[in-house]
């Protein structure tokens, strides 16, 4: 039996956070699940799992104190009444069940809050507009909006307190109300709440206590501050005020909690434009002006890289949101010393995505993420299957892999025939673009799972053809041979044919096409490949435009929080950037464009055009089959998508085998009487 490595030892000690006591240094810090108030089952199921996998702290995700501070269409938990105790206490008790601490983002949006559902004006220390969102203004708090503010936040903290957390947060980061007090850049108030940086933080301060006070001394006062906008000097900076402010407040908090701010995509910042622990230099300075523990965060994956953060002075939690999400039993796999077991989050974003576009929480490492509840899955237990059959896989991508892998951990005899001698299909491909070679983890975990399995077997350059698998004589078939990128121009915007027999795509170039210049890259798809490829292609010299019917690159991935970081690396690579246009032809060296509100038309140079618009699945194999029973297709070559959405999809498949494929479960609040006297 495996043991834990002695280096990380560090990481399993007990932390004092006062009057409370972690039983580790693993601390999942807030982050959203798309669950909220309206599925408070969901969300209980999964901070539930995570506390079994090992996390000493596991905390929800924003929990409104006020109806004015409401970021519907986006899940968020409330606080308003006493009415939310009882459902937020389903997730106090599914942490504690597993011995960990229960922490709560007590939060107010301030300027961030448009209030759609309760149609409240937005408050914030000056009029200003709001943040996202509606065209709206919010309105600037007076007097009597501060001191029901400051009861607003010690109601909610009693109501925590009921509901069973130990950890009560005052929430300072994401330019959330108590930050926007912070910063110069939205605050001139010429009051006590305003001018100096002693005026300023009057409020936080003042949060702190009233928490503190409403509390007593059975829970621990987290805070939770942006030492760093990002905004240069005109805003707070951790060489500057944002030092200054922990420095005031030093000791009044039970817990730091510290990280950058300015937009969410700062924090979380996708491994494309970011490496682990990026966060370090701007949160070093916190430990040396406090006595109390500090947790920060920085997609850590690496135990090594985790236990030296501690043995150096930076931390004393491993605050993690991302690596959480992608394996809740992170902790426990260190502490048993199965560390090639972790499922290593690759900072691919697909979890913001899912919070950006106001759904339930997914992963692409982990496809039973946000299914603990609403489909009973577990990310480290399975059923195993009743019956002694086979199962041949064709197809070793990220849906082939999953699948194989699945189907042996429930104990089938199960064949995984690649074509190719490596492992991977697209993932081999798409990881050589710049700042994507963490997702080859998508491959190399589940690889290293299949070889732990004696009852897989695993067959390289085997190519498959109709026969053969009739021959094989399994008792089911996974068709899961990906996808292909087309060639006829059709996208997201452009659903019409065209023909471009000059044109290469995605597939081409990986294959070692020749290009010569310009280049002109059509994005009609909108996600990473387009940005991604343009900037591969300008670091290896070529002279290249990027043309989008969108009035941005890459637009999609503005979900992901990554499309500002994309388009600006364009800008600064010399990307030349067409937005706007649709693309009509392409002739010898130019091709024909047309403005997509006007249909203006205008020509660019153009010696290689590279299409990136749709895709097909390539299931011929499939579908010369015919109607053989046990056959099924999963990943892209069912529908393509997301590499998340392949793995869900043969997960999904190789989980279900044998069992009823019942809708998910939903949480439907009681139905009363319609008849009912007026509020």
Partial sequence: MPSMDPHHAILFEPVRIGPVTAPNRFYQTPHATGFGWQRPQSGAALRGVKAEGGWGV????????????????????????????????????????????AGIELWHGGAHASNRMTRLPGIAPEVQPALFHLPTTARAMDRADMAAFRGWQRDAARRAKQAGFDILYVYAGHDYLPFQFLSRRTNDRG??????????????????????????????????????????????????????????????????DVNIAGALGNDSKSARFSEEGFQEGYIRFVKGLTTKPVVSVGRFTSPDAMAQRVRSGVQDFIGAARPSIADPFLPLKIREGRTDEIRECIGCNICRAANNEGVGLRCTQNPTMGEEWRRGWH?????????????????????????????????????????????????????????????????????????????????????????????????????????????????????SRGEFPLALTPDDVFAGAVLTGPVVIYDDEHYFMGGALAEKLRRAGHEVTLVTPQATASS?????????????????????????QML???????????????????????????????????????????????????????????????????????????EPDLPPRREMPPLRSLHRSPP
């Fill in 584 to 658: 009509l032809a392409q002739e010898e060296g130019l091709a024909r464009l047309a403005c997509a509100y006007t249909g203006r038309a205008k020509e660019i140079a153009c010696a290689t055009l590279i299409l990136v618009t749709g895709r097909l699945p390539e299931d011929h194999l499939f579908k010369a089959l015919g109607d053989l029973p046990g056959i099924v297709r999963v990943g892209d070559c069912l529908a393509p998508s997301s590499i998340a959405d392949a793995i869900h999809s043969a997960h999904r498949y190789a989980r279900l085998l044998g």
């Fill in 191 to 256: 009051d006590a709440y305003g001018g100096s940086l002693e005026n300023r933080s009057r409020l936080l301060r003042e949060m702190l206590e009233d928490t503190r006070d409403a509390v007593g001394d059975t829970c621990a006062v987290a805070i939770r501050l942006a030492v760093d906008e990002l905004h240069g000097p005109q805003g707070i900076t951790s060489d500057g005020e944002g030092r200054e402010v922990v420095e005031m407040l030093a000791e009044l908090p039970d817990l730091w």
């Fill in 58 to 101: 596991v905390c929800t995700e924003y929990c409104s104190i006020h109806p004015t501070s409401d970021d519907s269409p986006h899940a968020f938990l409330t606080l308003w009444d006493d009415g939310d105790i009882a459902p937020l206490a389903l997730t106090a008790e599914a942490i504690h069940a597993h011995g960990a601490l």
């Fill in 379 to 495: 990310p480290e237990r399975i059923a195993f299957y009743q019956k002694r059959e086979t199962a041949l896989v064709i197809g070793a991508g990220p849906a082939g892999l999953e699948a194989a892998l699945t189907l042996g951990r429930r104990g089938l005899e199960v064949a995984l025939a690649e074509a190719g001698r490596e492992l991977g299909g697209r993932v081999l491909r798409e990881a050589r673009l710049p700042g994507l070679s963490t997702w080859m983890r998508l491959r190399d975990w589940r690889v290293t799972m299949l070889d732990k399995l004696p009852n897989v077997e695993i067959f390289r350059e085997s190519p498959m053809s109709a026969n053969d698998i009739e021959d094989f004589g399994a008792d089911h078939a996974v068709i899961a041979t990906g996808s292909r990128w087309r060639r006829d121009g059709v996208g997201v915007l452009g659903l």
């Fill in 556 to 580: 999609w991935t503005a979900y992901t929080d990554e499309q500002g970081f994309v388009q600006a690396r364009l800008l600064d690579l010399g990307v030349r950037l067409e937005l706007s």
